[in-house]
């Protein structure tokens, strides 16, 4: 199987407090962020890592992955890193973030899903700095393709995929038609989650996203990465989505005390409204 | 290098990931749960492959080892050439040190003494059959090992006060003795056991040997671990051995001329080096906890970062941190050039990074005040295990006194000599050097790369061809003494010594002076001496039989001395004051028999240009072949082991002769 895994380096979730706003608030200060990959893109990136070996011998690889970025050449770690891990070949296409929405990445992403021909999209459900949770959906609509998203579970069978979506009360289990594009949610790391035609189903992964190994890391270098131009996807490079300011959260005022039970109902009720 | 490389740092990513997920939720039971590293450590090694790219090179060396040995070669030591993949092997070792050092540095030790040492210790000395058995499981992290030396009375002094024996009994051995503070002692299952063989001599003359030891072999005991002051995710503990029975099998090497001292510095020289990396990972933690620390920590209505005070300690922080990565990427660029640290480099190397990384852990408890003094603020954890740096692999006082040794090479090998030929040698070295206000010893030689079979690598001056140590040495047993020693004193030398054992029947080493260095002082020092600058001395000591152990050349006598002798250099001060000529001094034999001359050709090639020498005025000695040197006639008088093997002096040639270029 050939699976194609669009990839986004989003800022470290755990610095959010670095990200500035510098005064009128139309744009955000990227100096000084480290970048991270956005954790649903790893998940699936291990989705499809799943999806294309037998879980027993990791080494052997019964298909073929590629992960695909926009950005600048610093993205390049983030495939790199991709490659480490296991994905056989990268594309980065050349863009700068403000040239890109929504959008734009979809229809780009078309036009590679055109060009390689892949029997699946495995992607994120959203990235965690725009949490716009849409490509996957747009992208599934200009390829005509079967989607299935937020995935929890999927098996693989022939010529299908039997993917488990966690919804309020209960698992809903789609049959997609590959080929299709799924996007997948946390719990896709778990160790049952993915099964392979080759892997048996009493097989259990590590929890979580897989390590690269030292070897392979040294051999990411080796692997082909491709650079595309995006001017050479998309014929309108127009934006759609235009961001017109942005505000950081209000930070936390100090607290009170009170001095009884009284003065504590009267200010729940009169100040913070909530009884 | 200047930074780490993309693919180091993807490296480090991935270490941290993996010490932030598997360590981290561990450390409160590695630090007060005695719960043993090892399967983490385990887990670490299987998750990166480093247990497959171990036991792959273990399998291909000893393949190659076995092909060598079918062959009837012997194994040669690796010629020094540079490497980067080497350079690349150790950054992807140091790597995950700094991770783990991080928040455990326990961690590395007790993976560096397994992995490392021990198993070092039986690949580097062990047969095919020894590595096999033991050395591999270790590599993988299968087994645990541990290397015992040190002993309740011998810390520091390692050799001189180590008690434990091994006695010969039948084909095999009794070992017994005690060891403690060994590092994975109480959970080792391969224990490389160090110990003197006890043949009824004085125990600071017995030989040094290692002993491969099993858990649960009849007789040994290994302890518990002992309570200590931090570093707690390494298990430390004692051994016991009370008659323990081994067969020849597991002596290191399977034979007695293996010696353990060599293989023991070698391992303190790693050992040294390894502990920049451990400190590096202190003291990028110690500093990013700071950092945070004082940017969130708010007194006096504001961030304590924004004190003076405060900034100071973060300042020194950086600069520790600097100046340790930078001796770090030292050590990769080292490796990558196919060389490795000396041993008083290591040592210096050693003493900084050790004291830094205390230093910076002890101000980040007083950074973070009370807090810091809590265990719930890594940092109190950080502060305890840095002290070990300063004690083990070598106190900071023993790498001072190695660093220093190294630094007055030519006053410390006095050490070796007793105390009339301590004495006679100060005072022949003070000599020259008093009258003329200068200190003895001669500082700030620079080294002499030469090899043997090229030119020199550097060496201001002319060079002379070079006949090859065997050839001369064998000729030139008994012949002359000379101390290239007075020519430092005189001269103002640059000097490297090597050591040759080429070929099974020689043992010789070399030393090679040039005579270099531009003062005054050194101008008048080599007009008293009639040298020229440039000029190249080559010493060959060819040694008896008897001082050859395993074919190598004992360091004893590497490091002793011959003295210069006191009429010879009075004699040229005469000549000097007489106008520059240096004619040779009268000669008193020394008392005691008259040493044999080997061969009559050495005693012509000795003795010739000292004739046409004599006769030839002091300005033509730029045309012939210098003077070679007679025998000291203090030789007798010391208790130099001159005595034992043969000193000659190979070449001694004016700037010149050897191209021909001039005249």
Known sequence: ?275 | MIDWSETHLSIRDAFRRFVEAELKPNLEALEHGDLPPYEILRKMAATFGLRDMAAMKFQSDVAKAKARRERGEADKPREPRANPAAGEELAMRMIPIIELSRYSPGMVTALGVSMGLTANAIMSKGTIEQKERWALDLLTLDKIGAWAITEPGSGSDAFGAMRATARRDGDGYVLSGSKTFITNGPYADTIVFICKLDEGNDPKDRRVLSFVLDKGMPGLTQSKPLRKMGLHASPTGELFLEDVRVGRDRLIGETEEVQARDGAKDTFASERTGVAAMALGIVEQCRMLCIDYAKTRVQFGRPIGEFQLVQLKLARMEVARMNIQNLVFRQIELAAAGRGMTLAEASACKLYCAQAAMEVALESVQLFGGNGYMAEFQVEQLCRDAKVLQIYGGTDEIQISQIARNLLAGLGRERHLDEPARRRQREVLNHGAQRRGLRAGGAGRRRVGVDWHRQPVVCSGRYVSLVAPATRARGAEGVGVTAPRELFGLAGCQRERRRDARTAGDAAHRSVCAVDGASAARDERRRVAGLARGDLVVELTLLPQRERRGGRVDQAEDDRIRPLSAARHEASERSARAGGRAPRPRRRRAPGPRRRRASGTRRRRASSPRRRRASSPRRGRTSSPRRLRAPCPCRGRTSSPGGRGGVGVVGLAPAGSGGGEQQ
Not at chain 1, 73 to 83: F, S
Not at chain 1, 115 to 130: F, T
Not at chain 1, 186 to 200: C, D, E, G
Request: aromatic residues 4%.
């Open chain 1, 1 to 275: 199987m050939k699976i194609l895994v669009p990839l986004k380096r989003v800022a470290d979730p755990d610095n959010a407090n670095k990200i500035k706003i510098p005064a009128g608030g139309a744009t955000i200060d990227t100096t000084g962020l480290e970048w991270k990959p956005n954790p649903f893109d790893e998940y699936a990136l291990e989705a499809a890592l799943r999806l294309t070996e037998n879980g027993a011998t990791p080494k052997t690889r019964g298909g073929e992955v590629i992960v695909v970025t926009f950005g600048p050449k610093e993205c390049e770690t983030t495939l790199r890193a991709a490659l480490a891990t296991g994905a056989d070949r990268a594309i980065r296409v050349d863009a700068k973030d403000d040239e890109l929405d929504g959008s734009i990445v979809a229809k780009a992403l078309r036009a590679i899903v055109d060009k390689e021909k892949p029997d699946a999209v495995v992607m994120g459900k959203q990235a965690v700095d725009g949490d716009s949770n849409q490509i996957g959906q747009m992208l599934a609509q200009h390829l005509g393709w079967p989607q299935a998203t937020f995935a929890a579970t999927i098996e693989e069978e022939d010529g299908a995929l039997l993917v488990g979506r966690e919804v309020d009360g209960g698992v809903i289990t789609l049959r997609v038609k590959l080929p299709a594009l799924v996007t997948v949610d946390l719990r896709i790391v778990a160790p049952t989650s993915v099964y392979s035609k080759q892997t048996k189903r009493d097989f259990k992964y590590n929890d979580g996203v897989r390590f690269a190994a030292l070897p392979a890391i040294m051999a990411a270098k080796k692997k082909p990465l491709a650079e595309l131009k995006l001017a050479e996807l998309v014929s309108d490079t127009a934006l759609k989505v235009q961001y017109s300011r942005f505000e950081a959260p209000p930070s936390r005022k100090a607290g009170i005390k009170v001095k009884d039970v009284a003065e504590l109902v009267t200010r729940l009720k009169n100040e913070a409204k909530v009884i």
